[in-house]
């Protein structure tokens, strides 16, 4: 793998580098910070380096610290083949985080393999820009023994559904299907199987649930006067629990989840993709204008894991993985987040491992990440936390107790490393949770910082991708269809009233005209009125309706009704 730099856009940024800017980060140890160089490793930090050794591809971090001193001779790697065991990477606001997540990515573009990242604040965009180069940078290089070039990966910026800057991302209702969906609107058993039931037979009659409208239509038919006997032989809909599904429907279209829903549905195959000169692409999706709307995007990162463990085989273990995913700020996808939720990350982040996917998520404290997900997380990064707190004190304790048994202590370390230095356990090359290391981290290669307004923007619609996803499609759906057929009916019921009105006028005439006719008169007559009466065209246009209503029904999906 190729080292990894960065770059210097402002004093505070390159301060996060090097561990100045008001912290002392050599005083991991006790000691002064330094630097050991050509010498004779110390004995613990020999047996700590050699976990680390690793005979196949890997991602360099950075260099060990030990008792003060930064040893560039003994590297902190991951093995690649590792990635898809998912990790975490965790910290105090300012400690590092974000730069780790991009020195990561940057390693695995180089590698070959593609990289999603979910980028809350809008602070990742940069890796598509070469960094600065600068002295802080040039001395954080010179203390790991990293040799440092400033480099831009290749990049692709998304957008939920088109809010904010990039290619719009969207997926129809139908690719949902009903459990992921009652699982977002947080619907109980009783109403997830109502939900089945719709989309049973939205699917079953040819309708179309493209966006919520849709799918809104469908619920609203099933209770309505005309519609409540299509579901009555296997349950039927009752009309509580169809005005909890629209409530619940209603208050997801308030978070913005109206415009994700749609079309052209975005083709999750896309995020596999490598650039030309063979890196991996860095997919980016841009959520700063949606921050504040968790059960969006969270509901779209589980439908975007759900999609792509749909598709793709089971690989077993690879030299390297298809894809790895970062979720930054990872603490507001499980906010507030409903049971159901988090059983399908669990389930999803122990599944998709074998088809060669990795996930790391990146926050702020262990404890962000429920129990049943951090138990699947093999990789940790974990950058300073603070004791200011009886509550930051307990979940510093409870951070200490989920790492291996080391010669350090972890308790007083992780309330003293400096920016840009984290405590690090990975898995070994044979799946073996690696020695506990205080690591002084390398330097990303890339910008450190928003990606300029106006090249995003650029390079947004100078995307392949752009003409393909930008222009949102409302084709014929459930909704147009119900529509449709509810007109149709409407003006079916007037003409039959008209039909009705013109035979029983014909009748009266009939009557007032009285006896007094030839019987051939009379015979002919009868057989003039009964085919120019009304009744007569009532017939004929019944019949016609009710064949019209039979192909209107297949064509728009509604079932026959029952004679």
Not at 179 to 189: A, I, P
Not at 337 to 362: D, M, N, P, Q, W
């Amino acid at each position: 793998m190729s080292d990894s730099p960065s770059d210097n856009p402002s004093d505070s940024l390159t301060d996060s580098l090097t561990g100045s800017g008001g912290t002392d980060s050599g005083r991991t140890g006790g000691g002064p910070a330094g630097r050991t160089g050509g010498g004779v490793l110390p004995e613990p930090a020999r047996e700590i380096a050699a976990g680390y050794a690793v005979s196949g591809a890997a991602l360099d971090l950075g260099a060990l610290l030990w008792d003060g001193n930064c040893l560039p001779d003994a590297q902190i790697r991951i093995p690649l083949a590792m990635l898809n065991r998912h990790g975490l990477v965790a910290g105090a606001t300012g400690t590092g985080k974000t730069k780790t997540l991009q020195l990561i990515a940057e390693q695995l573009s180089a590698g070959g393999v593609p990289v999603f990242l979910a980028d809350i604040k809008g602070d990742v965009s940069g890796i598509a820009a070469p960094g600065t180069p600068g002295d802080r940078v040039t001395a954080r290089a010179g203390q790991v023994g990293q040799s440092w070039e400033a480099e831009g990966f290749p990049c692709e910026f998304y957008a939920l559904g088109g809010i904010g800057p990039g290619i719009p991302l969207r997926a129809t209702v139908t690719s949902f299907g009903p459990v992921l969906l009652s699982k977002v609107l947080q619907l109980n058993r009783t109403q997830e199987q109502s939900l089945g039931l719709i989309f049973h037979y939205a699917d079953a009659k040819g309708l179309e649930l493209l966006d919520l409208k849709d799918l809104r239509a469908v619920v609203a038919f099933l209770v309505s006067d005309s519609g409540k006997a299509e579901l009555k032989e296997i349950g039927g809909l009752s009309t509580a629990t169809a005005g909890v599904i629209l409530r619940s429907i209603t208050a997801f279209e308030q978070q913005g989840a109206g415009d994700f829903f749609g079309e052209p549905e975005f083709d999750t195959a896309e995020l596999l993709r490598q650039a030309p000169d063979g890196r991996g692409l860095v997919s980016v999706l841009e959520l700063a204008a949606v921050q504040d709307k968790p059960q969006l995007f969270s509901t779209f990162l589980m439908w975007l894991l759900a999609d792509l463990f749909h598709d793709l085989p089971e690989v077993g273990d690879l030299d390297r993985p298809k894809l790895v995913f970062f979720f930054d700020e990872a603490h507001l996808l499980f906010d507030g987040a409903s049971k159901a939720f988090l059983e399908s990350i669990t389930r999803t982040v122990r599944l998709i491992r074998s088809k060669g996917v990795g996930i790391f998520f990146v926050t702020q404290t262990p404890r962000d990440v429920p129990a049943e997900v951090l138990a699947q997380l093999g990789n940790r990064v974990q950058h300073a936390l603070r004791a200011f707190t009886p509550d930051d004190a307990k979940a510093l304790r409870s951070t200490v107790k989920t790492f291996p048994d080391s010669p350090y202590d972890l308790e007083e370390l992780l309330t003293r490393l400096g920016i840009g230095e984290a405590v690090i356990t990975v898995l070994s090359e044979n799946g073996a949770p690696t020695p506990v290391a205080a690591t002084r981290l390398r330097a990303p290669q890339s910008l450190m910082g928003p990606f300029p307004a106006a090249e995003l923007d650029a390079a947004v619609r100078g995307s392949s991708l752009y003409g393909r996803y930008a222009q949102a499609v409302d084709r014929e759906s459930a909704y147009e269809k119900l529509s449709a057929g509810q007109e149709a009916e409407r003006r079916a019921a007037e003409a039959e009233a008209a039909d009705r009105a013109a035979v029983e006028e014909a009748v009266r005439g009939e009557r007032a005209r009285g006896p007094g006719k030839a019987a051939g008169e009379k015979d002919a007559s009868l057989v003039e009125q009964v085919v120019e009466s009304g009744m007569f065209r009532s017939l004929a246009r019944s019949v016609g309706t009710q064949l019209g209503r039979e192909i209107s029904r297949s064509l728009f999906g509604t079932a026959r009704r029952r004679r």
